[in-house]
């Protein structure tokens, strides 16, 4: 992915629930969680797959942590 690519992606992502922050080429932040993904190695729907992972992830461990 370009960085264009990430800086759209970024501003995008907020329609759809997500928080996302990067510096450069890497996201740094995934809904105020830190990480290091970096973007060179995907392509942008490989990227948005990868994303919809971690929150089908995170919504589970929500659903079963419910109380």
Request: proline share 4%.
């Given at each position: ?63 079963w942590?419910?109380?």
């Amino acid at each position: 992915m370009s960085e264009e690519q990430i800086a759209r992606l970024c501003e995008i992502a907020p329609k759809y629930g997500l928080h996302l922050e990067h510096r450069g080429l890497v996201i740094t932040k995934v809904n105020d969680q830190p990480t290091e993904l970096d973007t060179t190695k995907y392509m942008p729907d490989q990227f948005i797959d990868l994303l919809t992972q971690i929150i089908g992830t995170n919504m589970k461990a929500d659903l079963w942590d419910w109380k």
